[in-house]
């Protein structure tokens, strides 16, 4: 399998007049062709962030993109409007920056529009009918309001106006964080057969590490702009390292009680991303910090094959 996307201590600093904002603080990982990478953490870590500095839809301070093997750290408005047709996103909300005067279909098509694809009228209804078919919309939606809809079917549109170029590439920027339960699982497999039946390679966001656990490949865990830890999915779930990861897993329901399964509750808030001090971003909630890591910031080490963690203690605790 070949690498599609490769980023390299990509980094997101925005001024404030507080200081400097660290919203993505050195993030590295590669993804393969056809593979979803989860990113998860709390709200605030920095993960939409990372997401669209990824899609250039906002710059990057520092670090590198490449995509398909070509460095796209540094391209014209041009080149990322040709890029866009193979990198695309889809929100939580998809609706919150597009005119709700618009119709499905037009919400659906207008990327057809923008890239000037089709030669007639006749051809643009094709594609989009075929869009919708593909992502379980009925035809008769196509005159709709998205404010008519209910919050799965409108996450279709979202998923379906993202498909109309057929790219290669999508962030999902917590796609199914706002529907229910039930809802959630009907979008995520129709995001994995389309991922199945197009090749299509997902960076896939969310700050619930449950949903990802099935439709990643990888998974990295992200607090306050660094990763701290990443392995492949079934990986992650049988071991974790880092303290963060094991009271995040902890954190998710079980059906039946383990009597070793305990819940780790996190004490205080996520600290300031504002010129955060070189030491570890997780310690002033970690029960297991000592001086070094009010000192020094971790590196992300290889701790067993493909399984990358940054953490002082991680070895003496991984019994724990
Ligand atoms: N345009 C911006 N200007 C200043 N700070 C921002 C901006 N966008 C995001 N941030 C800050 O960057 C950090 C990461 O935000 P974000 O990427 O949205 O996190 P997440 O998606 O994980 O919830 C937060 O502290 C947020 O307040
Ligand atoms: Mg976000």
Redesign the pocket.
């Known amino acids: 399998m070949d690498t599609l996307l490769s980023i390299r201590d990509l980094k997101k600093y ?1 001024p ?1 007049k507080y200081g400097t ?1 660290h ?2 603080d050195g993030v590295s990982f590669d993804i393969k062709r056809g593979t979803t990478l989860g990113v998860v ?10 997401g ?1 500095v990824i899609l250039h839809l ?1 710059s990057r301070t520092d670090g590198s993109i490449h995509f398909e093997g070509e460095d796209i750290s540094d391209v014209s408005p041009e080149k990322i409007h040709e890029l866009r047709r193979n990198m695309q996103i889809i929100f939580q909300d998809p609706f919150s920056s597009i005119d709700p005067r618009m119709t499905v279909s037009q919400i659906i098509g207008e990327p057809l529009e923008i890239y000037n694809v089709c030669k007639n009228k006749a051809e643009y209804r094709d594609q989009v009918r075929s869009i919708m078919d593909t992502v379980g919309l009925d035809s008769r939606l196509e005159s709709y309001y998205p404010h008519e809809l209910d919050g799965g079917r409108r996450q279709r549109i979202g998923i379906g106006r993202a498909l109309m170029l057929n790219p290669k590439f999508i962030v999902c ?1 917590e796609p199914v964080s706002a529907l229910d339960v039930s809802i959630q699982a009907q979008i995520l497999n129709l995001m994995q057969d389309l991922q199945a039946e197009r090749k299509l390679t997902y960076i896939f ?1 969310t ?1 619930n590490l449950s949903v990802v656990k099935h439709i990643s490949d990888e998974i990295v865990v ?1 607090y306050l ?1 660094v990763m701290v830890e990443k392995a492949k999915s079934k990986e992650l779930f049988k071991k974790h390292f880092h303290p963060y990861t094991k009271a995040l897993i902890s954190a998710i329901p079980r059906i039946k009680k383990v009597d070793k399964h305990k819940r780790i509750i996190l004490k205080g808030e996520l600290s300031s ?1 504002i010129d955060p001090p070189d030491a570890c971003r997780f310690a002033p909630r970690c029960n297991h910090a000592e001086d070094i890591c009010k000192h020094t910031q971790p590196a992300l080490l290889e701790i067993s094959e493909d399984h990358f963690v940054a953490c002082h203690r991680a070895r003496e605790l991984s019994d724990i």
């Open positions: 925005f404030t904002l919203a993505v953490g709390e709200s605030g870590c920095g993960k939409s962030t990372l669209r906002l920027d966001i700050h992200m702009g991303p």
